[in-house]
C-alpha cells in the first residue's frame, strides 16, 4: 500500500529555517517522482517544487533560492529543506506522488512563519 507521510513542520521566525521530509512507502519511491505543495487558508493549493525520480529538480519561482528538494535513497525520504523562511510562507505543506494512475497525498504538516 502507497503511504506518504510528512514530518517537519512548526512554527519558526521570519528569517528562520525549517526542513520537512517525506516518507514514501509501498515499493514506489524509486519508481515515482515526489513533489511538495502548500496551502495557506482561503487559497488554492500551490506547487512549490518536485523531484523526480531521475533526480532532475524544479522550483516555484516564489522558493528558487532559498528552498531545497533532495532525496534520501537509504531511507525512501525526500526533504524540502526551507531557508529564509518569509510569513507568506506560512502555509500547510504536503507531498505527493503519483503512480499508476493514482495521486496519493501525505497528511500535510503546518508551517507558520512569524513575522
Known amino acids: 500500500q502507497v503511504q506518504l507521510v510528512e514530518s517537519g513542520g512548526g512554527l519558526v521566525q521570519a528569517g528562520g529555517s525549517l526542513r520537512l521530509s517525506c516518507v514514501v512507502s509501498?515499493?514506489?519511491?524509486?519508481?515515482?517522482?515526489v513533489g511538495w505543495y502548500r496551502q495557506a487558508p482561503e487559497n488554492e493549493r500551490e506547487f512549490v517544487g518536485r523531484i523526480t525520480s531521475a533526480g532532475s529538480i524544479y522550483y516555484a519561482d516564489s522558493v528558487k533560492g532559498r528552498f531545497t528538494i533532495s532525496r534520501d535513497n537509504a531511507k525512501n525520504t525526500v526533504s524540502l529543506q526551507m531557508n529564509s523562511l518569509k510569513p507568506e510562507d506560512t502555509a500547510v505543506y504536503s507531498c505527493h506522488a503519483q503512480w499508476d494512475g493514482r495521486d496519493y497525498w501525505g497528511q500535510g504538516t503546518q508551517v507558520t512563519v512569524s513575522s
Open positions: 509501498g515499493g514506489i519511491y524509486s519508481r515515482s517522482g
